[in-house]
């Protein structure tokens, strides 16, 4: 097995589906040996593709908001992994954007997670990202994030936090009510462990 920078080196100048990014090839992740906590996420937006942060834009203000922690807490890679189903923006459809591409995680995750021994806790962001981590979970993202119980300690299932799905976390209460307080204690007490 590599090491882990000169993986994230060739992640970091990976060209294979350039032909297909609208944008360009420009891979956002953040992966450190010693993250306690996995983000899988789905793909950067364009807003994310321009900084080169993960969650640089509103859906990340959301989810940090979820988690109950700071931004310094959030960008410390020795603290949290970010990987994200495809590493570059997919570019833009009709209802959004488009679906990760589908060669990133098939040629780079499972390497990259080699590396993470140290992982507590993984929050399985978004439909793509569940399909992959989650596949006999449910049939819908609201099957599976409502059965986030099941899955509870070491993985917990959620929405995309993004501002499109207002209209989802007005619909399903008990995410706010029930699944985000238990969220916040659990990514507290990860990170509080020595």
Known sequence: MRSLESLLEAVRGCVRCAANLPLGPRPVLQCHGSAKILIAGQAPGR?????GVPFQDASGD???????????????????????????FPGTGPAGDLPPRPECAPAWRAELLQHLSQLKLTLVIGQYAQAQHMPNAGASVTDVVAS????WPGVIPLPHPSPRNHRWLVRNPWFAQELLPALKTQVAAVLDEP
């Open 47 to 51: 807003r994310v593709h321009e900084s």
């Open 62 to 88: 959301r989810l940090r908001s979820w988690l109950g922690i700071t931004t310094e807490t959030f960008y410390d890679a020795r603290k949290i992994a970010i990987l994200p189903m495809g590493f570059c």
């Open 148 to 151: 986030w119980r099941e899955h």
